[in-house]
């Protein structure tokens, strides 16, 4: 069982950067993709990021291609959120969420549909002041 935990939410302003962080534990038995969700209020859950376990496959939401980078370090089994220019439409849960290429595969895959993320946190809420 893998276990997903965020961190690094919180109050900014406007224009401001925040990094959030996802910090794994657990065994997993082949190489996993990693992706971004967030959820304003009163909207239903959207995908930002993902990115494959290996760093060579990445995917950004349109809306926000050039403000937020993804990274990850497998050797501290963490991976990362980077959004700069934070306007207030960037208020949401943020959730971390993980694919297993063994056996759902395959391993590059980044797609956005929540539904093929079996592992979840329980999110991070990030408050944009305008």
């Known amino acids: 069982q893998v276990q997903l935990v965020e961190s690094g939410g919180g109050l900014v302003q406007a224009g401001g950067s925040l990094r959030l962080s996802c910090a794994f534990s657990g065994r997993t038995f082949g190489s996993y993709t990693t992706a971004w969700f967030h959820q304003p209020p009163g909207k239903e859950r959207e995908f930002v990021a993902a990115?494959?376990?290996?760093?060579?496959?990445?995917n950004y939401a349109d809306s926000v291609t050039g403000r937020v980078s993804i990274s990850r370090d497998n050797a501290k089994n963490t991976v990362y959120l980077q959004i700069n220019s934070l306007n207030p439409e960037d208020t949401a849960v943020y959730y971390c969420?993980?694919?297993?290429?063994?056996?759902?595969?395959?391993?590059?895959?980044?797609?956005?549909?929540?539904?093929?993320?079996?592992?979840w946190g329980q999110g991070t809420q990030v408050t944009v002041s305008s």
């Open positions: 990115i494959s376990w290996s760093g060579i496959n990445r």
């Open positions: 969420a993980a694919r297993s290429a063994t056996p759902y595969g395959p391993s590059w895959y980044t797609g956005p549909r929540w539904h093929d993320y079996e592992y």
